[in-house]
Protein backbone atom coordinates (compact mmCIF):
# COMPACT_ATOMS: atom_id res chain seq x y z
CA UNK A 1 0.00 0.00 0.00
CA UNK A 2 1.52 3.09 -1.09
CA UNK A 3 0.66 7.03 0.32
CA UNK A 4 1.87 10.33 0.13
CA UNK A 5 4.21 12.22 2.78
CA UNK A 6 5.42 15.54 2.58
CA UNK A 7 9.11 15.82 2.37
CA UNK A 8 11.18 19.44 2.43
CA UNK A 9 7.45 20.71 0.98
CA UNK A 10 7.33 18.27 -2.03
CA UNK A 11 5.11 15.37 -2.05
CA UNK A 12 6.78 11.36 -2.26
CA UNK A 13 5.13 8.19 -2.10
CA UNK A 14 5.84 5.95 0.37
CA UNK A 15 5.10 2.45 1.26
CA UNK A 16 3.09 1.55 4.03
CA UNK A 17 5.51 -0.52 6.92
CA UNK A 18 8.60 0.96 5.63
CA UNK A 19 11.04 3.23 7.54
CA UNK A 20 11.31 7.04 6.66
CA UNK A 21 15.04 6.57 5.52
CA UNK A 22 13.83 4.01 3.40
CA UNK A 23 11.48 6.35 1.75
CA UNK A 24 13.96 9.04 1.43
CA UNK A 25 16.55 7.21 -0.32
CA UNK A 26 14.49 5.72 -2.55
CA UNK A 27 13.41 9.11 -3.70
CA UNK A 28 16.92 10.51 -3.88
CA UNK A 29 17.18 11.94 -0.77
CA UNK A 30 20.35 11.36 1.12
CA UNK A 31 20.22 10.88 5.06
CA UNK A 32 23.85 10.31 7.01
CA UNK A 33 24.34 7.40 9.11
CA UNK A 34 27.04 5.72 10.85
CA UNK A 35 25.43 2.67 12.92
CA UNK A 36 23.42 1.96 9.87
CA UNK A 37 24.17 -1.29 8.29
CA UNK A 38 22.77 -2.62 5.06
CA UNK A 39 19.84 -6.05 5.58
CA UNK A 40 20.22 -5.04 9.34
CA UNK A 41 17.67 -4.16 11.90
CA UNK A 42 18.34 -0.32 12.52
CA UNK A 43 19.00 0.45 16.24
CA UNK A 44 18.99 4.38 15.75
CA UNK A 45 22.40 4.60 18.22
CA UNK A 46 24.24 7.30 16.64
CA UNK A 47 21.60 9.69 16.05
CA UNK A 48 23.52 10.75 12.83
CA UNK A 49 19.91 10.17 10.78
CA UNK A 50 17.44 12.45 12.99
CA UNK A 51 14.92 14.56 11.06
CA UNK A 52 12.09 17.06 11.81
CA UNK A 53 8.31 15.79 11.99
CA UNK A 54 5.94 18.77 11.81
CA UNK A 55 3.95 17.64 15.65
CA UNK A 56 6.79 16.25 17.28
CA UNK A 57 8.50 17.83 19.83
CA UNK A 58 11.85 16.17 19.81
CA UNK A 59 14.20 14.48 16.33
CA UNK A 60 13.34 11.32 15.04
CA UNK A 61 15.56 8.39 14.00
CA UNK A 62 14.84 8.13 10.50
CA UNK A 63 16.54 4.40 10.04
CA UNK A 64 14.30 3.47 12.91
CA UNK A 65 10.94 5.33 12.64
CA UNK A 66 8.11 4.45 10.53
CA UNK A 67 6.41 6.15 7.71
CA UNK A 68 3.00 7.52 8.28
CA UNK A 69 0.41 9.02 5.83
CA UNK A 70 0.09 12.41 7.83
CA UNK A 71 3.96 13.29 7.92
CA UNK A 72 5.60 16.18 7.26
CA UNK A 73 9.41 16.00 7.13
CA UNK A 74 12.13 18.41 7.15
CA UNK A 75 15.67 16.54 6.30
CA UNK A 76 17.74 19.66 6.48
CA UNK A 77 16.34 22.36 8.54
CA UNK A 78 18.52 24.20 10.50
CA UNK A 79 17.51 22.27 13.49
CA UNK A 80 18.09 19.23 11.98
CA UNK A 81 21.76 20.00 10.61
CA UNK A 82 22.87 21.67 14.24
CA UNK A 83 21.93 18.63 15.85
CA UNK A 84 23.94 16.69 13.11
CA UNK A 85 27.05 18.38 13.87
CA UNK A 86 26.94 18.30 17.49
CA UNK A 87 27.02 14.45 17.37
CA UNK A 88 30.29 14.86 15.12
CA UNK A 89 31.48 17.51 16.92
CA UNK A 90 30.96 14.99 20.14
CA UNK A 91 32.64 12.47 18.62
CA UNK A 92 35.59 14.12 17.63
CA UNK A 93 35.81 15.97 20.77
CA UNK A 94 38.06 12.88 22.26
CA UNK A 95 38.91 11.34 19.04
CA UNK A 96 42.46 11.17 18.00
CA UNK A 97 43.97 14.01 15.41
CA UNK A 98 46.11 11.36 13.49
CA UNK A 99 44.26 11.40 11.10
CA UNK A 100 47.27 11.72 8.66
CA UNK A 101 48.85 8.08 9.72
CA UNK A 102 45.76 6.88 9.97
CA UNK A 103 45.08 3.24 8.33
CA UNK A 104 41.38 4.89 7.13
CA UNK A 105 42.58 8.19 6.08
CA UNK A 106 40.33 9.91 3.29
CA UNK A 107 38.41 6.78 3.73
CA UNK A 108 36.85 7.24 6.50
CA UNK A 109 33.37 7.65 7.34
CA UNK A 110 33.96 10.24 10.28
CA UNK A 111 36.16 12.16 8.38
CA UNK A 112 33.84 12.71 5.57
CA UNK A 113 31.16 13.14 7.64
CA UNK A 114 33.14 16.08 9.57
CA UNK A 115 34.09 17.33 5.58
CA UNK A 116 30.37 17.29 4.78
CA UNK A 117 28.80 19.15 8.01
CA UNK A 118 31.51 21.54 7.87
CA UNK A 119 33.17 20.91 10.85
CA UNK A 120 36.12 23.06 10.56
CA UNK A 121 36.87 23.73 14.65
CA UNK A 122 36.91 21.91 17.28
CA UNK A 123 34.14 23.50 19.73
CA UNK A 124 33.69 20.89 22.52
CA UNK A 125 36.87 19.79 23.91
CA UNK A 126 36.69 15.98 25.57
CA UNK A 127 39.56 14.22 27.31
CA UNK A 128 41.38 11.88 25.07
CA UNK A 129 40.88 8.33 25.30
CA UNK A 130 44.41 6.76 26.30
CA UNK A 131 45.43 5.05 22.84
CA UNK A 132 44.84 1.34 23.44
CA UNK A 133 46.55 -0.63 20.28
CA UNK A 134 46.19 -4.54 20.28
CA UNK A 135 48.32 -6.22 18.31
CA UNK A 136 48.31 -9.57 19.85
CA UNK A 137 45.94 -11.16 16.59
CA UNK A 138 48.33 -12.21 13.43
CA UNK A 139 45.67 -10.94 11.28
CA UNK A 140 43.32 -7.82 13.01
CA UNK A 141 44.58 -4.78 14.84
CA UNK A 142 42.69 -3.04 17.37
CA UNK A 143 42.93 0.61 18.03
CA UNK A 144 40.16 1.69 20.57
CA UNK A 145 40.91 5.17 20.86
CA UNK A 146 39.20 5.67 17.31
CA UNK A 147 36.45 3.95 17.96
CA UNK A 148 33.32 5.72 18.06
CA UNK A 149 30.97 2.55 19.45
CA UNK A 150 28.66 2.44 16.76
CA UNK A 151 28.25 -1.42 17.15
CA UNK A 152 28.10 -2.42 13.42
CA UNK A 153 31.18 -4.58 14.39
CA UNK A 154 29.78 -6.57 17.54
CA UNK A 155 26.51 -6.88 15.31
CA UNK A 156 28.31 -8.35 12.74
CA UNK A 157 30.59 -10.65 14.84
CA UNK A 158 26.94 -11.92 16.31
CA UNK A 159 24.50 -12.17 13.78
CA UNK A 160 26.67 -13.17 10.99
CA UNK A 161 29.90 -14.83 11.91
CA UNK A 162 28.38 -16.25 15.22
CA UNK A 163 31.40 -16.25 17.03
CA UNK A 164 30.36 -13.11 19.67
CA UNK A 165 34.21 -12.78 20.13
CA UNK A 166 33.50 -8.87 21.16
CA UNK A 167 30.70 -6.87 23.10
CA UNK A 168 30.67 -3.69 24.74
CA UNK A 169 32.21 -3.50 28.22
CA UNK A 170 31.93 -1.29 30.67
CA UNK A 171 29.27 1.75 31.54
CA UNK A 172 29.39 5.81 30.67
CA UNK A 173 32.37 7.18 29.70
CA UNK A 174 34.33 4.02 30.33
CA UNK A 175 32.09 2.19 27.78
CA UNK A 176 34.39 0.35 24.90
CA UNK A 177 34.50 -2.78 22.55
CA UNK A 178 36.18 -5.67 23.86
CA UNK A 179 36.99 -9.71 24.04
CA UNK A 180 35.86 -11.63 26.95
CA UNK A 181 37.20 -10.13 30.40
CA UNK A 182 38.70 -7.03 28.42
CA UNK A 183 41.73 -8.97 27.09
CA UNK A 184 43.33 -9.17 24.07
CA UNK A 185 42.10 -10.70 20.40
CA UNK A 186 44.82 -13.59 20.75
CA UNK A 187 42.76 -14.57 24.12
CA UNK A 188 39.56 -14.28 22.20
CA UNK A 189 36.98 -16.45 19.84
CA UNK A 190 37.84 -13.95 17.06
CA UNK A 191 38.38 -16.69 14.20
CA UNK A 192 39.99 -13.54 11.78
CA UNK A 193 37.25 -13.82 9.15
CA UNK A 194 37.96 -9.89 9.19
CA UNK A 195 34.02 -9.44 8.48
CA UNK A 196 34.07 -7.00 11.47
CA UNK A 197 36.88 -4.76 9.73
CA UNK A 198 34.77 -4.65 6.95
CA UNK A 199 32.50 -2.63 8.46
CA UNK A 200 34.29 -0.47 10.62
CA UNK A 201 33.80 2.88 10.00
CA UNK A 202 37.16 4.02 11.31
CA UNK A 203 40.18 2.90 11.74
CA UNK A 204 39.68 1.25 15.26
CA UNK A 205 39.64 -2.01 13.57
CA UNK A 206 42.24 -2.80 10.96
CA UNK A 207 44.18 -5.67 9.23
CA UNK A 208 47.12 -5.98 10.86
CA UNK A 209 50.25 -5.03 7.85
CA UNK A 210 53.43 -6.98 6.82
CA UNK A 211 54.40 -4.57 4.16
CA UNK A 212 57.54 -3.36 6.11
CA UNK A 213 58.35 -6.12 6.68
CA UNK A 214 58.22 -7.50 3.06
CA UNK A 215 60.13 -4.37 2.14
CA UNK A 216 62.70 -5.71 4.42
CA UNK A 217 62.85 -8.71 2.33
CA UNK A 218 63.03 -6.77 -1.03
CA UNK A 219 66.31 -4.85 -0.02
CA UNK A 220 67.92 -8.27 0.59
CA UNK A 221 70.35 -9.67 -2.44
CA UNK A 222 70.45 -12.68 -1.02
CA UNK A 223 66.54 -14.14 -0.33
CA UNK A 224 64.79 -15.70 -3.03
CA UNK A 225 61.81 -13.53 -3.20
CA UNK A 226 58.85 -15.33 -4.22
CA UNK A 227 54.93 -14.07 -4.41
CA UNK A 228 51.75 -15.74 -5.09
CA UNK A 229 48.67 -14.50 -5.40
CA UNK A 230 45.10 -16.24 -5.28
CA UNK A 231 42.68 -16.13 -8.69
CA UNK A 232 39.90 -13.45 -7.35
CA UNK A 233 43.42 -11.13 -6.14
CA UNK A 234 43.44 -9.39 -9.94
CA UNK A 235 39.99 -8.73 -10.12
CA UNK A 236 39.68 -7.23 -6.49
CA UNK A 237 43.34 -5.39 -7.03
CA UNK A 238 41.43 -3.20 -10.20
CA UNK A 239 39.36 -2.04 -8.33
CA UNK A 240 41.32 -0.84 -5.52
CA UNK A 241 43.73 0.73 -7.58
CA UNK A 242 40.22 2.44 -9.65
CA UNK A 243 41.68 0.72 -12.95
CA UNK A 244 38.89 -1.46 -15.19
CA UNK A 245 39.57 -4.82 -14.94
CA UNK A 246 40.22 -6.70 -18.28
CA UNK A 247 41.18 -10.65 -18.82
CA UNK A 248 45.27 -9.81 -19.60
CA UNK A 249 44.66 -8.23 -16.06
CA UNK A 250 46.33 -11.10 -14.57
CA UNK A 251 49.32 -11.50 -16.93
CA UNK A 252 50.03 -7.51 -15.78
CA UNK A 253 49.81 -8.11 -12.36
CA UNK A 254 52.91 -10.63 -13.05
CA UNK A 255 54.41 -7.44 -14.60
CA UNK A 256 54.50 -5.35 -11.94
CA UNK A 257 55.22 -7.97 -9.31
CA UNK A 258 58.53 -8.54 -10.88
CA UNK A 259 58.84 -4.67 -11.13
CA UNK A 260 58.68 -4.57 -7.38
CA UNK A 261 61.49 -6.67 -7.08
CA UNK A 262 60.49 -10.72 -6.89
CA UNK A 263 62.03 -13.28 -8.58
CA UNK A 264 59.16 -15.36 -8.85
CA UNK A 265 55.63 -15.02 -9.23
CA UNK A 266 53.44 -18.01 -8.84
CA UNK A 267 49.69 -18.55 -9.24
CA UNK A 268 47.77 -20.11 -5.79
CA UNK A 269 45.13 -21.40 -8.27
CA UNK A 270 47.35 -24.10 -9.04
CA UNK A 271 47.37 -25.19 -5.65
CA UNK A 272 43.08 -24.98 -6.12
CA UNK A 273 43.49 -27.16 -8.70
CA UNK A 274 45.53 -29.63 -6.66
CA UNK A 275 43.23 -29.21 -4.29
CA UNK A 276 39.80 -29.71 -6.21
CA UNK A 277 41.46 -33.06 -7.10
CA UNK A 278 42.59 -34.66 -4.20
CA UNK A 279 38.95 -34.04 -2.74
CA UNK A 280 37.67 -35.99 -5.74
CA UNK A 281 40.07 -38.53 -4.59
CA UNK A 282 38.90 -38.31 -1.05
CA UNK A 283 34.70 -38.26 -1.90
CA UNK A 284 35.63 -41.12 -4.16
CA UNK A 285 37.83 -43.33 -1.69
CA UNK A 286 35.12 -43.29 1.07
CA UNK A 287 32.44 -43.95 -1.39
CA UNK A 288 34.68 -47.34 -2.51
CA UNK A 289 35.17 -47.71 1.16
CA UNK A 290 31.80 -47.91 2.29
CA UNK A 291 32.34 -44.62 4.44
CA UNK A 292 29.53 -42.66 5.67
CA UNK A 293 31.06 -40.02 7.34
CA UNK A 294 31.38 -37.22 5.29
CA UNK A 295 34.83 -34.83 3.75
CA UNK A 296 34.15 -31.67 5.02
CA UNK A 297 36.30 -28.90 2.97
CA UNK A 298 38.66 -27.15 5.49
CA UNK A 299 40.10 -24.24 2.51
CA UNK A 300 38.44 -21.54 5.09
CA UNK A 301 40.75 -21.05 7.82
CA UNK A 302 38.53 -19.51 9.18
CA UNK A 303 35.52 -22.31 9.70
CA UNK A 304 38.30 -24.40 10.94
CA UNK A 305 39.28 -22.41 14.08
CA UNK A 306 35.52 -21.48 14.71
CA UNK A 307 35.37 -25.28 14.69
CA UNK A 308 38.17 -26.26 16.95
CA UNK A 309 36.78 -23.57 18.93
CA UNK A 310 32.80 -24.49 19.31
CA UNK A 311 32.47 -27.94 17.82
CA UNK A 312 35.07 -29.82 18.34
CA UNK A 313 33.14 -33.07 18.33
CA UNK A 314 33.23 -32.32 14.16
CA UNK A 315 36.88 -32.26 13.55
CA UNK A 316 36.73 -35.87 13.02
CA UNK A 317 34.61 -35.12 9.75
CA UNK A 318 37.46 -32.33 8.79
CA UNK A 319 39.26 -32.87 5.31
CA UNK A 320 42.86 -33.03 6.67
CA UNK A 321 43.91 -31.27 3.15
CA UNK A 322 45.71 -27.18 3.71
CA UNK A 323 44.26 -24.53 1.42
CA UNK A 324 45.20 -23.71 -1.66
CA UNK A 325 47.74 -21.33 0.12
CA UNK A 326 49.43 -23.62 1.88
CA UNK A 327 49.29 -26.27 -0.56
CA UNK A 328 51.19 -23.96 -2.79
CA UNK A 329 53.64 -22.90 0.32
CA UNK A 330 54.70 -26.62 0.10
CA UNK A 331 55.37 -26.94 -3.10
CA UNK A 332 57.55 -23.61 -3.41
CA UNK A 333 59.46 -24.15 -0.27
CA UNK A 334 60.70 -27.85 -1.18
CA UNK A 335 61.37 -27.49 -4.97
CA UNK A 336 62.25 -23.47 -5.16
CA UNK A 337 66.34 -23.90 -4.36
CA UNK A 338 67.78 -20.90 -3.05
CA UNK A 339 70.04 -18.27 -4.47
CA UNK A 340 73.16 -20.03 -2.39
CA UNK A 341 73.41 -22.41 0.52
CA UNK A 342 73.49 -19.28 3.26
CA UNK A 343 70.15 -17.25 1.45
CA UNK A 344 66.68 -19.37 1.98
CA UNK A 345 63.31 -18.52 0.32
CA UNK A 346 60.81 -16.07 1.26
CA UNK A 347 57.11 -16.55 0.07
CA UNK A 348 54.21 -13.88 0.01
CA UNK A 349 50.94 -15.04 -0.28
CA UNK A 350 48.40 -12.11 -1.60
CA UNK A 351 44.99 -13.60 -0.72
CA UNK A 352 41.51 -11.74 0.40
CA UNK A 353 41.30 -13.44 3.09
CA UNK A 354 42.65 -11.85 6.80
CA UNK A 355 42.23 -15.39 8.60
CA UNK A 356 44.89 -16.61 5.80
CA UNK A 357 47.15 -14.67 7.95
CA UNK A 358 46.39 -16.69 10.89
CA UNK A 359 46.25 -19.73 9.21
CA UNK A 360 50.31 -19.09 8.04
CA UNK A 361 51.48 -19.15 11.46
CA UNK A 362 49.54 -22.11 12.53
CA UNK A 363 52.14 -24.87 14.26
CA UNK A 364 50.65 -27.31 12.17
CA UNK A 365 51.84 -25.66 8.64
CA UNK A 366 55.40 -25.63 9.49
CA UNK A 367 58.22 -27.67 9.11
CA UNK A 368 61.23 -27.66 11.42
CA UNK A 369 59.71 -24.60 12.81
CA UNK A 370 59.74 -23.14 9.36
CA UNK A 371 56.70 -21.85 7.82
CA UNK A 372 55.83 -22.70 4.52
CA UNK A 373 54.34 -19.17 3.96
CA UNK A 374 56.34 -16.20 5.22
CA UNK A 375 53.72 -13.44 5.03
CA UNK A 376 50.20 -13.07 3.87
CA UNK A 377 49.28 -9.97 2.53
CA UNK A 378 45.60 -8.64 1.68
CA UNK A 379 44.78 -7.03 -1.92
CA UNK A 380 44.67 -3.93 0.45
CA UNK A 381 48.25 -4.26 1.05
CA UNK A 382 49.32 -5.26 -2.48
CA UNK A 383 48.02 -2.00 -3.90
CA UNK A 384 49.82 0.11 -1.19
CA UNK A 385 52.81 -1.84 -2.19
CA UNK A 386 52.52 -1.31 -5.74
CA UNK A 387 51.80 2.53 -4.91
CA UNK A 388 54.77 2.68 -2.56
CA UNK A 389 57.21 1.31 -5.46
CA UNK A 390 56.14 3.60 -8.15
CA UNK A 391 54.56 0.99 -10.91
CA UNK A 392 51.78 2.32 -13.05
CA UNK A 393 49.78 -0.78 -14.27
CA UNK A 394 48.09 1.46 -17.08
CA UNK A 395 51.51 1.07 -18.78
CA UNK A 396 53.13 -2.15 -18.42
CA UNK A 397 53.88 -5.41 -21.02
CA UNK A 398 52.15 -8.40 -19.98
CA UNK A 399 53.87 -11.51 -18.62
CA UNK A 400 53.09 -15.15 -17.70
CA UNK A 401 53.76 -16.33 -14.19
CA UNK A 402 56.82 -18.64 -13.32
CA UNK A 403 56.46 -22.40 -13.84
CA UNK A 404 55.78 -24.94 -12.34
CA UNK A 405 52.34 -23.11 -11.00
CA UNK A 406 52.10 -20.66 -14.33
CA UNK A 407 48.43 -21.38 -14.86
CA UNK A 408 45.25 -22.34 -13.32
CA UNK A 409 41.61 -23.51 -14.28
CA UNK A 410 38.39 -21.78 -14.24
CA UNK A 411 37.37 -24.33 -11.41
CA UNK A 412 40.41 -21.95 -9.33
CA UNK A 413 38.47 -19.37 -9.69
CA UNK A 414 34.90 -20.45 -8.89
CA UNK A 415 36.53 -21.64 -5.86
CA UNK A 416 36.62 -18.00 -4.50
CA UNK A 417 32.15 -18.11 -4.08
CA UNK A 418 30.39 -19.71 -1.38
CA UNK A 419 29.62 -23.82 -3.08
CA UNK A 420 32.41 -22.83 -5.73
CA UNK A 421 34.71 -25.57 -4.31
CA UNK A 422 32.30 -27.96 -4.05
CA UNK A 423 30.77 -27.25 -7.86
CA UNK A 424 34.78 -27.22 -8.74
CA UNK A 425 34.70 -31.31 -7.53
CA UNK A 426 31.59 -31.63 -8.65
CA UNK A 427 32.89 -30.98 -11.86
CA UNK A 428 35.92 -33.28 -11.87
CA UNK A 429 33.72 -36.17 -10.63
CA UNK A 430 31.48 -36.04 -13.44
CA UNK A 431 34.35 -36.26 -15.93
CA UNK A 432 36.01 -38.97 -14.48
CA UNK A 433 32.57 -40.92 -14.82
CA UNK A 434 32.54 -40.63 -18.26
CA UNK A 435 30.34 -37.04 -18.26
CA UNK A 436 30.92 -33.63 -20.26
CA UNK A 437 28.69 -31.36 -17.77
CA UNK A 438 27.80 -31.02 -14.66
CA UNK A 439 24.36 -31.60 -13.48
CA UNK A 440 22.92 -28.10 -14.56
CA UNK A 441 19.80 -28.79 -11.81
CA UNK A 442 22.58 -29.20 -9.16
CA UNK A 443 24.74 -26.33 -10.06
CA UNK A 444 21.38 -23.80 -9.94
CA UNK A 445 21.16 -25.15 -6.28
CA UNK A 446 24.62 -24.87 -5.25
CA UNK A 447 24.76 -21.26 -6.40
CA UNK A 448 21.22 -20.24 -5.00
CA UNK A 449 20.79 -17.45 -2.40
CA UNK A 450 20.63 -19.02 1.72
CA UNK A 451 23.08 -19.98 3.93
CA UNK A 452 22.85 -23.16 3.86
CA UNK A 453 22.12 -25.49 0.58
CA UNK A 454 22.10 -28.42 -0.75
CA UNK A 455 21.95 -30.80 -3.95
CA UNK A 456 22.18 -34.22 -5.40
CA UNK A 457 23.59 -35.58 -8.10
CA UNK A 458 23.77 -39.02 -10.20
CA UNK A 459 26.52 -40.49 -12.24
CA UNK A 460 26.35 -43.75 -13.46
CA UNK A 461 25.29 -45.82 -10.85
CA UNK A 462 27.02 -43.63 -8.26
CA UNK A 463 24.65 -40.68 -6.04
CA UNK A 464 26.56 -37.82 -4.41
CA UNK A 465 25.07 -35.72 -1.84
CA UNK A 466 26.51 -32.21 -1.15
CA UNK A 467 26.09 -29.52 1.13
CA UNK A 468 27.29 -26.02 1.43
CA UNK A 469 27.10 -23.61 4.73
CA UNK A 470 26.95 -20.17 3.12
CA UNK A 471 28.63 -17.94 6.21
CA UNK A 472 28.23 -19.44 9.75
CA UNK A 473 24.89 -18.19 10.25
CA UNK A 474 24.00 -21.68 8.00
CA UNK A 475 25.86 -23.85 10.50
CA UNK A 476 22.97 -24.29 12.64
CA UNK A 477 21.08 -26.02 10.04
CA UNK A 478 23.78 -28.60 8.74
CA UNK A 479 23.98 -29.65 12.63
CA UNK A 480 19.85 -29.78 12.82
CA UNK A 481 20.37 -32.22 9.02
CA UNK A 482 22.55 -34.31 10.29
CA UNK A 483 20.76 -35.12 13.48
CA UNK A 484 17.99 -36.15 11.43
CA UNK A 485 20.22 -38.93 9.62
CA UNK A 486 21.12 -36.75 6.24
CA UNK A 487 24.02 -38.04 4.91
CA UNK A 488 26.72 -35.77 2.62
CA UNK A 489 29.79 -36.69 0.66
CA UNK A 490 31.00 -33.08 0.80
CA UNK A 491 30.60 -30.98 2.63
CA UNK A 492 31.58 -26.74 2.05
CA UNK A 493 31.50 -24.16 4.90
CA UNK A 494 32.62 -20.93 4.36
CA UNK A 495 32.82 -17.92 7.12
CA UNK A 496 32.28 -14.84 4.86
CA UNK A 497 28.71 -14.99 3.20
CA UNK A 498 29.05 -15.31 -0.40
CA UNK A 499 32.77 -16.64 0.11
CA UNK A 500 36.26 -14.86 -0.47
CA UNK A 501 34.46 -12.38 -2.64
CA UNK A 502 33.02 -11.27 0.71
CA UNK A 503 36.46 -11.46 2.42
CA UNK A 504 38.00 -9.34 5.09
CA UNK A 505 40.70 -7.72 2.53
CA UNK A 506 38.29 -7.09 -0.08
CA UNK A 507 36.77 -3.68 -0.71
CA UNK A 508 33.32 -3.51 1.46
CA UNK A 509 31.08 -4.70 -0.84
CA UNK A 510 28.35 -2.79 1.53
CA UNK A 511 25.54 -5.19 0.80
CA UNK A 512 24.51 -8.89 -0.34
CA UNK A 513 23.26 -8.02 -3.65
CA UNK A 514 26.88 -6.72 -4.27
CA UNK A 515 27.96 -9.72 -2.99
CA UNK A 516 25.90 -11.64 -5.56
CA UNK A 517 27.37 -9.29 -8.72
CA UNK A 518 31.01 -10.65 -7.81
CA UNK A 519 29.75 -14.12 -7.93
CA UNK A 520 28.59 -13.30 -10.96
CA UNK A 521 31.37 -12.23 -12.57
CA UNK A 522 33.07 -15.23 -11.67
CA UNK A 523 30.63 -16.93 -13.26
CA UNK A 524 30.69 -15.61 -16.48
CA UNK A 525 34.59 -15.83 -16.23
CA UNK A 526 34.18 -19.31 -15.71
CA UNK A 527 31.59 -19.62 -18.39
CA UNK A 528 34.44 -18.42 -20.77
CA UNK A 529 37.67 -19.90 -19.98
CA UNK A 530 38.78 -23.04 -21.93
CA UNK A 531 40.64 -24.62 -19.13
CA UNK A 532 37.28 -25.35 -16.86
CA UNK A 533 38.76 -27.94 -14.56
CA UNK A 534 42.30 -29.46 -12.99
CA UNK A 535 41.47 -32.12 -15.50
CA UNK A 536 42.39 -29.90 -18.53
CA UNK A 537 45.44 -28.04 -16.93
CA UNK A 538 48.89 -28.75 -18.02
CA UNK A 539 50.40 -27.28 -15.15
CA UNK A 540 48.40 -30.13 -12.85
CA UNK A 541 49.43 -32.70 -14.86
CA UNK A 542 53.16 -31.69 -14.79
CA UNK A 543 53.21 -30.81 -11.15
CA UNK A 544 51.71 -34.73 -10.75
CA UNK A 545 53.82 -36.20 -13.79
CA UNK A 546 57.23 -34.56 -13.05
CA UNK A 547 57.30 -32.30 -9.70
CA UNK A 548 55.97 -34.70 -7.29
CA UNK A 549 57.86 -37.71 -8.28
CA UNK A 550 61.37 -36.09 -8.71
CA UNK A 551 60.79 -34.16 -4.97
CA UNK A 552 61.20 -37.08 -2.32
CA UNK A 553 59.22 -34.39 0.62
CA UNK A 554 56.28 -34.30 -2.43
CA UNK A 555 55.92 -38.27 -3.73
CA UNK A 556 53.85 -39.11 -0.99
CA UNK A 557 52.00 -35.62 -1.01
CA UNK A 558 52.47 -35.99 2.97
CA UNK A 559 52.99 -31.87 2.79
CA UNK A 560 49.80 -31.22 1.21
CA UNK A 561 48.04 -32.72 4.89
CA UNK A 562 47.87 -31.06 8.34
CA UNK A 563 45.63 -31.73 11.33
CA UNK A 564 43.57 -30.20 13.55
CA UNK A 565 42.72 -29.80 17.37
CA UNK A 566 40.49 -28.67 20.17
CA UNK A 567 41.35 -24.89 21.31
CA UNK A 568 39.87 -23.53 24.84
CA UNK A 569 39.86 -20.00 24.39
CA UNK A 570 37.98 -17.28 26.68
CA UNK A 571 34.31 -16.76 26.01
Known amino acids: MQFTIEVNSKSI ?26 EFTPTGACRMCVVEVEGRDRLVTACSALVEEWMKIRTHSPRV ?23 RNLDCELQKLSDQLQVRERRIRGSKIKPRRDQSSPAIVRELSKCILCGRCIRVCEEVVTATSIDFIGRGRATHVGPAMDRDLNFSSCIHCGQCILVCPTGALHERHYVTEVQEQLSKNDVTLVIQYSPLVPFA ?4 LGVKYQRDFDRVLNAALRKIGFDKVFLSGAGTDILITELADAVTAARTTGETKPVVITACPAWVKYCEQFFPEFLPMLSTLKTPQQISGAIIKSTLPPKDQNSGVYTVSVSPCTAMKFEAR ?30 DV ?64 TDGKVTYSFAVVDGLNGFEKLRERLEKG ?20 MIPAGSKEAVRQRSRFIYQADEQDAMRGPENSATVSMLYDDTFKECQDLTDKHLFHTHFSRRDVLL
Open 81 to 103: IKARKTIVELLLSNHPDDCLYCD
Open 362 to 391: RDSMTRKGISDIDTVLTVRELARLIVLYGI
Open 237 to 240: LADE
Open 13 to 38: RAEKGETILSALNRNGIMIPTLCRMQ
Open 486 to 505: SVYDLIEVMACPGGCVNGGG
Open 394 to 457: TNIDPEPADEPMSQRSSAALLAETSGGLTESVLRSLTLRAGGMESDKSAVKKLRSVGSFREATV
